[in-house]
């Protein structure tokens, strides 16, 4: 091999050498690129016997990490130097006008989380809020959700690690755990929504592993099913603005609601397309229910006195249907030339009472 204090000093200096960032790159690639002397030298060390290899490589080790020391440092000086030069000969003209900047444009899903409280706040809703990570009695027990029900499994809802209690907390998997703070807050009536993100095990074209929701719930004494139907019906007409947009309650299961339904709007499908409000096809579009007696009673209300409703909508699949988007993954891209197409103006008002009745 050839001298090592000698192959170090050459490299040395050819880094020391180096005027500039490209010089400086040819000089490390020569120090210690593939085909360097020093990376051949480590490649020889199989052919030694065992005393002399265990010494030979020390010794190349350490000029290797002295070779890299000295490109970094050298790395560093050049910056500096450059910079120093730009600071010392750029001059800014502050007299120019500025360059255009694009518009800005807001997310579909702002969008329609605005129209959706805007409708809902002229019926009389105001927005409630709660976090994000919530414990399992918020997110599941207080909402008559039993320990062997599948949405806590692990496979579909995110837990955290377990605490020195052995209790794990979770990103929530509805808004629902926002109504039963609320509920526990505050005296009745009540007349809210929760808007926010919710997290799920799932990832496909209409699935995400985080979407967003609102979620109403009514409590009062008088309150009763076909209030609910109204709502909504009234709800959905505004929304995808059809005056007469078909609408159909079958009846379903949750755990917090009883008697509990989801809601179809009517739809055609004729020709491979999607058209809202015409046509003999339904499609589900949210779930609802009239609040089960045991929700009532583990937030402290009577339910022989107490009784109301809730729904639950998502706001991406809303989006998808009434501004033609087809796949729901595009809006977690954070694509610019997709937002550009899709997003709205800023400060653009739609017609968001279309629909409402006085």
């Known amino acids: 091999m050839e001298d090592l204090h000698a192959l170090e000093e050459r490299m040395l200096a050819q880094i020391a050498d180096a005027g500039d960032l490209p010089a400086l790159e040819q000089a490390r690639v020569a120090a210690l690129g593939k085909r360097s002397p020093l990376t051949q030298a480590m490649k020889g060390l199989g052919g030694l016997d065992v005393d002399a290899r265990k010494e030979a490589g020390v010794r190349l080790n350490r000029i290797k990490r002295r070779l890299g020391d000295a490109v970094e440092a050298r790395r560093g000086a050049l910056e500096r130097a450059a910079l120093d030069e730009r600071l010392a000969t750029e001059r800014v003209d502050v ?9 800005g444009a807001v997310h579909p899903v702002g969008q329609v989380l605005d129209e959706l409280i805007a409708i809902l706040a002229d019926m009389g809703f105001r927005v409630a809020d709660g976090p994000d990570i919530e414990d399992d ?48 807050a ?3 009536p009540h007349r809210i929504i929760a808007p926010g993100r919710t997290y799920r095990c799932d990832y496909d074209m209409t699935h995400t592993p985080m979407f967003h929701q609102i979620e109403g719930l009514v409590i009062d004494e008088s309150t009763h099913m076909g209030h609910l139907k109204g709502c909504l019906i009234d709800l959905a007409r505004a929304f995808f603005e059809v005056d007469d947009l078909p609408v159909r309650f079958r009846p379903s299961y949750f755990p917090f609601t009883e008697p509990s339904a989801e809601m179809d709007i009517g739809c055609s499908r004729e020709g491979g397309g999607l058209r809202i409000g015409h046509g003999a ?25 107490y009784q109301g409703f809730a729904f639950g909508i998502g706001v991406e699949r809303p989006a998808m249907l009434k501004y033609g988007i087809p796949d729901l993954r595009s809006f977690f891209d954070a ?24």
């Open 95 to 103: 007299t120019l006008p500025p360059r255009p900047e694009g518009e």
């Open 137 to 184: 009695f918020h997110n599941f027990t207080a909402l008559n959700i039993p320990p062997e029900h599948p949405a806590r499994q692990m496979h579909d809802t995110f837990y955290f690690r377990a605490d020195e209690a052995g209790e794990r907390m979770l990103l929530r998997t509805h808004t629902s755990p926002v109504q039963i703070r609320h509920m526990q």
């Open 186 to 188: 505050e005296p009745p």
């Open 281 to 305: 096809d339904w499609m589900e579009i949210l779930g609802c229910g009239m609040v089960h007696p045991k929700v009532l009673e583990i937030v402290g209300l009577d339910p022989a006195r």
């Open 335 to 358: 694509d610019l030339r997709w937002l550009r197409h899709y997003g709205f103006a800023p400060f653009d008002v739609p017609s968001l009472a279309a629909g409402l009745s006085a």
